[in-house]
């Protein structure tokens, strides 16, 4: 079945430091990637996706890039802020479409 | 913007007793989707639906039920809860063939 496996945190940084959080997949066909952040006290909500290979998805200047060979979608951000201490996860959709498989969620701090 | 609504953001229960977890979405949305996520395990699939009437087991149905008599309407059942269904619960919603889940703010449910 699918699986989707994250690093484990805390990952504790200071504000402008460089981030990355680990996400590797299995899964059968070409499912589509995710990471959805949720924020203290928050549901969660979808900060960037990849629909297929080589695909870079991007937004508040986090980016992750679908790689199907190394089977991973790695999000990064080049300087973090503050305000981007949440918990990170990693998720990829299955044959469906629309049921989706979810990592362990990485909890991000960051110190002024 | 879509709004996804858990009726109770925290709940106290008794060991055996019935409880109900209601969860409405007003963006017109087929599929509904109930998640419980607790610490290191991320997010696990409790049950779905695509359609009113309709629901699917997720990956951890057992001890749960669910209804959809409305399309705006998801509710989970715990028949007898018990205390290792303590945890957080998660309603989701999306469009039919969409890997973009929207979440409510969740329901944190202890079971005594």
């Not at chain 1, 994250?6 to 990471?35: D, H, K, R």
């Not at chain 2, 879509?2 to 008794?14: A, D």
Request: aromatic residues 12%; neutral net charge.
């Amino acid at each position: 079945g699918n699986s989707v496996t994250q690093m484990e945190g805390p990952v504790t940084l200071s504000e402008e430091a460089f981030l990355t959080i680990n996400c590797t997949y299995t899964a059968t066909g070409y499912p589509s990637l995710f990471w959805y952040v949720q924020y203290p006290g928050e549901g969660l909500q979808l900060l960037l996706k990849a629909t297929k290979a080589d695909d870079k998805g991007s937004n508040k200047g986090f980016e992750a890039t679908y790689r199907k060979e190394t089977t991973s979608f790695h999000l990064e951000k080049g300087s973090v802020q503050v305000s981007d201490s949440a918990v990170y996860f990693c998720a990829l959709s299955g044959a469906a479409g629309n049921k989706l498989t979810f990592g362990g969620g990485t909890r991000v701090l960051v110190k002024p | 913007d879509v709004k996804v609504t858990q009726s109770s953001r925290y709940l106290v229960k008794r060991t055996g007793e019935k409880v109900f977890l209601e969860c409405v979405q007003d963006m017109d949305h087929e599929n509904m989707f109930w998640y419980r996520q607790d610490p290191g395990l991320g997010l696990r699939l409790i049950y779905f639906s695509y359609d009113v009437k309709m629901k699917e087991k997720g990956d951890i149905p057992e001890g749960y039920s669910v209804s959809r008599e409305k399309k705006e309407r998801f509710s989970l059942i715990l028949e007898s809860a018990s205390t290792n269904q303590t945890s957080m619960y998660l309603c989701a919603s999306s469009l039919l063939v969409s890997g973009e889940l929207f979440f409510g703010e969740g329901s944190r449910l202890t079971v005594l």
